[in-house]
């Protein structure tokens, strides 16, 4: 492309097929695309805000070292009846080398979602710190403990807004393009494989099995109470996301398959991000040839 065009981006949610978001936006850049602005919900917003803080290549570079067992590590389990997670602990590993900024200082106007449960509302960060408005966005129920704001609870964006298309500052002239974590399922995908070698690479041990299974998104094999929790909310935000889309015609849709990572499969960075290059790439074409 030998024309540079603006684009107001907007990132799902999705859990760790987020990674597939980065791999989207590298293409569009490589192609000549520039980003004017970004919103996004859950690990859409924990991208975004990267993104728009000049940060995204740092995130990058550590997510593709980590393994099944580093992800293990990072997971701070908490024994209360509020979630699983804590969700602390990443956050702390990453202000080691990205510090925190207020989003009135990125770089590119930056809007992250979270869901006030007992309002049932929206709330929108696009001021104060970037790790408050994530940890806030990326609070799945059951799984990540809610944030306390003001006087309520903050959980996962992506519960009333999967894709906060509203939410992004669009500039007239700016193309509106979207990464769907939710995408049509390809279970047999090559994509989304994994070899058993690869498995004991990464320290595959029965514990993190177990885990895994436990949250693993539409294991039909594994309906345990949290599989089932998860498996239902699944259904009502791909329902919503694809409302929302239609609703505002986007003039750029890179659908990523719902079904090619499992909530915590950050260990699977770099073929994640391949993926989101590959669909982000076919989605021009398919523009272009419009």
Known sequence: MKTKKNVALVLSSGGAKGISHIGAIQELQRQGFNITSVSGSSIGAVIGGLLAMGKLDAYTEWIKTLDRRSVWGLMDFSFNTNGLLKGERVFDKMKQFIPDMDIENMSIPFSAVASDILNEKEIVFDTGSYYKAARASVAIPAMLTPVRYKDTFLVDGGILNPVPIDHVKRNEGDLLVVVNLYGAKQPKAETVSQSKNEENKNGNNG?????????????????????????????????????????????IVINIPADSANTFDFHRADELLQLGADAASRAIVSMAGE
């Open 207 to 251: 514990l993190l099995n177990t885990f895994s299974k436990l949250v693993a998104t539409g294991d039909k094999q594994s309906l345990g109470y949290i599989s089932l929790l998860t498996t239902s909310s699944a259904a009502m935000i791909h329902k919503l996301a694809k409302i929302n889309i239609e609703r505002y015609q986007p003039d």
